[in-house]
């Protein structure tokens, strides 16, 4: 976005004024803002897909919780025996 545009935002005065207060650069902080919502919204992105995939195999939560239990008591078994 180019700062002609941010000026005719309505909220940009204010956000630049917000900014300032904190001593930071308005530009700089709003992009480290957008940067931080698009890592979020990828990241529920992701939850949703991998929620999506849980849901299609047919596993619940119990049965992965007791498959990851079995697969480190093995482990440590294994361990134990070398």
Do not use: H, T
Not at 2 to 12: C, E, F, H, I, R
Not at 19 to 33: M, T, V
């Amino acid at each position: 976005m180019k700062k002609d545009l941010l000026s005719v935002l309505p909220l940009w005065d204010q956000f630049q004024k917000a900014a300032r207060q904190r001593r930071r650069n308005p530009e700089r902080l709003l992009s480290d803002y957008m940067r931080e919502r698009l890592e979020i919204w990828a990241d529920r992105q992701l939850d949703e897909e991998i929620q999506r995939d849980a849901r299609r195999s047919g596993y619940r939560e119990e049965d992965a919780v007791d498959l990851v239990r079995q697969y480190r008591r093995g482990k440590r078994e294994r361990r134990a025996v070398s």
